[in-house]
């Protein structure tokens, strides 16, 4: 059974950094692209960015393009995203997500998510 | 970036009728569309991609339909745990999500 366990989330003041971690395990991690995903409260799904299987190929939304950082530990089954100069705005829970194969398809798992909040 | 949009954002039905739900992509993405299914407090659920084809456990009553810009979910006599939000998503480019139709019960 696949899972994904996204944890790091926390309260933080603006402009300060957060690390998102994600933990798979049930499926070859090696051999999927994945995707971060948020929600902020009561809105709908955006995408944040996503990674293929070797992080040979990498995509950001333009709101997190230049300040969040995706990676990935194929040995470590883990996936990350580095957050730095946090704005009120990305406030949200955010999700970790399985490719169904490369980065371009739809998401066929996901994880709980872990909520991260910009406040002073 | 392809925008993809929703219609209509609520839609009331009754349980036992058919839901009929739009996505519309700003540009061709041919059939590279998903739709999602989220209750309160859960994570989205994969129900259908290749704008047709049904995820493993999907209850038949749930269909997709259409290709390049137009597609439709279709429920076609909605049970009581069918209430909840529904997303489609684009994959002919780097994903883009729809803004969600919420499925009310009349």
């Known amino acids: 059974e696949v899972q994904l366990v996204e944890s790091g989330g926390d309260l933080v003041q603006p402009g300060r950094s957060l690390r998102l971690s994600c933990a798979a395990s049930?499926?070859?991690?090696?051999?999927?692209?994945m995707h971060w995903v948020r929600q902020s409260p009561g809105k709908g799904l955006e995408w944040v960015s996503g990674i293929n299987w070797i992080s040979g190929t990498i995509g950001y939304a333009d709101s997190v393009k230049g300040r969040f950082t995706i990676s990935r530990d194929n040995a470590e089954n883990s996936l990350y995203l580095e957050m730095n100069s946090l704005r009120p705005e990305d406030t949200a829970l955010y999700y970790c997500a399985k490719s169904r194969a490369g980065v371009w398809y739809f998401l066929d798992s996901w994880g709980q998510g872990t909520f991260v909040a910009v406040s002073s | 970036e392809i925008v993809v949009t929703q219609s209509p954002a609520t839609l009331s039905v009754s349980p036992g009728e058919r839901a009929t739900l739009s996505c519309r992509a700003s540009q061709s993405v041919s059939r590279n569309l998903a739709w999602y299914q989220q209750k309160p407090g859960q994570a989205p659920r994969l129900l259908v991609y290749?704008?047709?084809t049904r995820a493993t456990g999907i209850p038949a009553r749930f269909s997709g339909s259409g290709s390049e810009t137009e597609f439709t979910l279709t429920i076609s006599s909605l049970q009581s745990e069918d209430f909840a939000v529904y997303y489609c998503?684009?994959?002919?480019?780097?994903?883009?999500f729809g803004g969600g139709t919420k499925l009310d019960l009349k």
């Open positions: 998503q684009q994959y002919d480019d780097w994903p883009s």
């Open positions: 290749g704008a047709s």
């Open positions: 049930g499926f070859s991690f090696r051999d999927f692209a």
